[in-house]
């Protein structure tokens, strides 16, 4: 019988350290270093994120190869996020997969961070739905650092459809939460004080961006001024309303992103949608797009699991593993990259 390949997977491309082992299709272990310190800051200090990768990279490494019992000798491959990201982060991350290829003699595999998300939908028992999305399907890649619609036809082809001009979701929701008063990140704080909040009370404009991207920046001031009109006229509005403010920014934000999703389906014919990145846990958002996938019932709407929503070793592990099947080794030359690029 053929043997199951185990590969180990290394997510170091902002403020998360993760390192996860699988084995086939299935997580045999998944840690997670969250770097705690960015919330005093009110957001990621790229400087900080390398040094505690840097700290902390060996003891994940060594807690999931504990957690899996496995041999080190019984790993067949390593993969890790090559970029985007922040550059100093990628490079604790790569500068460690590659030694540790070198020191086993086991292939080497380069992930490209927002594939990875998508693809997390691979792993076993990741959704919600617990079934793996059919190709082809569209990927709405939702995080801190990213907003994307991507036409998803296979694996590895992959077409990017729309993107955001500016902020992606995930950070203008980090900064109208700071704007609140609420530390870094935002989004879970949002939707915390949005369950007894009335999402009608406040009006915001929604962006007016052609075709399936996206602006979140125009957006993003709007709100700021909106508080700093209403605080002149009374300064406990924000104490006051916090649940309505939350609640009326968190609908606004699911229906821009449902409205593009709409458009995308309309333009491409597929009707299959798969969700990914840590934005894509917010309750209202799942709510509107399952709620959608029900009055539509050619539509599909796959949604994970909470813990592979946000950056993880997991879904590097498992885009190494549908490398590997597919002979995809990298060369040990390779370097990482901060910038988004094309697949
Ligand atoms: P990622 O970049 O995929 O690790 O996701 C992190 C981003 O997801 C941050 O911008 C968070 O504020 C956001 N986020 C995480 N959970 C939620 C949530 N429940 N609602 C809205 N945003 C969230
Ligand atoms: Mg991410």
Request: glycine fraction near 8%; include cysteine; charged fraction near 20%.
């Given at each position: ?57 060996i003891k994940a490494v060594q807690k999931a190869i504990f957690l ?149 920046s125009g957006f993003k001031s709007d709100v700021s001024q909106f ?117």
């Amino acid at each position: 019988m053929k043997k199951k390949p185990i590969i180990i997977g290394i997510e170091s491309s902002c403020d998360d350290t993760g390192v996860s082992i699988i084995k086939n299709r299935s997580v045999l272990s998944n840690i997670i270093i969250h770097q705690k310190i960015h919330k005093k800051y009110g957001g990621v200090v790229p400087e900080i994120a390398s040094r505690l990768h840097d700290q902390n990279i060996i003891k994940a490494v060594q807690k999931a190869i504990f957690l899996s019992k496995i041999n080190l000798d019984q790993i067949d491959a390593i993969s890790f996020t090559l970029g985007p990201g922040l550059i100093g982060s990628l490079l604790v991350g790569a500068a460690f997969a590659k030694s540790f290829s070198m020191g086993l003699g086991i292939p080497l595999l380069t992930v490209n961070h927002i594939q990875a998300h998508i693809l997390s939908h691979f792993i076993q028992n990741a959704n919600i739905n617990n079934s793996y999305p059919k190709f082809p399907f569209l990927g709405l890649v939702i995080s801190g650092g990213h907003t994307q619609i991507i036409k998803v036809n296979d694996f590895f082809k992959m077409e990017i459809l729309g993107s955001t001009l500016d902020d992606s979701v995930g950070e203008a929701l980090d900064k109208i939460a700071i704007m609140l008063g609420f530390s870094y990140p935002g989004g879970p704080i949002i939707e915390f004080f949005s369950k007894n909040g009335n999402d009608k009370k406040f009006i915001f404009s929604k962006p007016m961006v052609r075709g399936l991207d996206f602006s979140f920046s125009g957006f993003k001031s709007d709100v700021s001024q909106f508080i700093k009109k209403q605080l002149k006229i009374n300064a406990l509005f924000v104490k006051q309303n916090i649940p309505d403010i939350c609640a009326s920014i968190q609908k606004i934000i699911a229906e821009i992103l449902l409205e593009k999703i709409q458009k995308a389906i309309l333009k491409t014919g597929i009707s299959r949608i798969v969700l990914a990145g840590g934005v894509s846990s917010n309750h209202e958002i799942r709510r509107m797009f399952m709620s959608f996938a029900k009055e539509n019932k050619r539509c599909e709407i796959f949604i994970l699991k909470k813990k592979y929503t946000t950056d993880n070793g997991a879904m590097i592990a498992i885009t190494g593993l549908l490398k590997y099947e597919r002979n995809l080794h990298d060369s040990i030359h390779v370097t990482p990259y901060s910038k988004f690029k094309i697949f």
